[in-house]
């Protein structure tokens, strides 16, 4: 479901991947991280970066976030713009990072500014590109807006086996939804054909 808005909103723009991946290995992630932080706005990028994997919300819900939701509070309220939900948010994690990052900004101000218009705020597009950029530097044409709520929820999955949360996290319909969604499913297949064969 994500992953066809994914796929409609940007086969008008700039031909987005029709299978966006999440990021399977702690190798990827650190290997994102480290050309993330090398961009002209390196701070940004990677703690939106950040932010993206360990939240699971949509590029739409980050990019328009203000300094002053996250000043003294590590469990903030946002309102999810697609879905109108209103969802607590566990930053305990990130907490350390966030207060470095915000320190010197003032609550007015976009957690994630425009490069060239610090009035702005970065948009999805912006994000697009980054990881379009992104997935030059990694050598790999499957990472797209989706990949950083594809790899919360990868990652959520694989250590809880909870995928009737994710679910619900997700605003999915169904558990093969979500389970195709962040890439199970692929995973699974995959491993129940390594060891088959026929006439071999």
């Known amino acids: ?10 086969n008008t723009n700039k031909g ?13 992630i650190e ?22 994997i360990n939240t699971g919300l949509r590029a739409s819900d980050i990019v328009v ?20 939900k209103r969802r607590k948010l566990n930053l305990s994690n990130l907490a350390e990072q966030i207060d470095e990052y915000i320190a010197d900004k003032s609550d007015d101000d976009w957690l994630f500014p425009s490069y060239k218009d610090r009035s702005k705020h970065l948009t999805v597009n912006g994000v697009y ?4 950029v992104l997935g030059k530097q990694m050598g790999r044409d499957d ?4 990949t950083m709520r594809k790899t919360f929820g990868y990652h959520y999955y694989k250590r809880t086996h909870d995928i009737a949360t994710l ?22 297949i995959d491993n129940s054909l390594d060891h088959f064969s026929i006439g071999i």
């Open 1 to 10: 479901m994500d992953q066809m808005m994914e796929t409609k909103k940007h």
């Open 16 to 28: 987005q991947k029709l299978n966006v991946q999440p990021l399977r290995t702690q190798t990827d």
């Open 31 to 52: 290997t994102a991280k480290f050309f993330l932080s090398k961009n002209k706005m390196g701070k940004r990028d990677l703690l939106l970066f950040l932010f993206g």
């Open 65 to 84: 976030r203000k300094v002053g939701e996250f000043r003294n509070t590590k469990k903030p309220y946002i309102v999810e713009e697609k879905t109108h």
């Open 129 to 132: 590109r980054m990881f379009e």
């Open 143 to 146: 990472l797209g807006t989706h």
């Open 167 to 188: 679910m619900e996290i997700f605003n999915h319909s169904s558990q093969q939804i979500t389970k195709r969604y962040i890439g199970i499913t692929e995973d699974e």
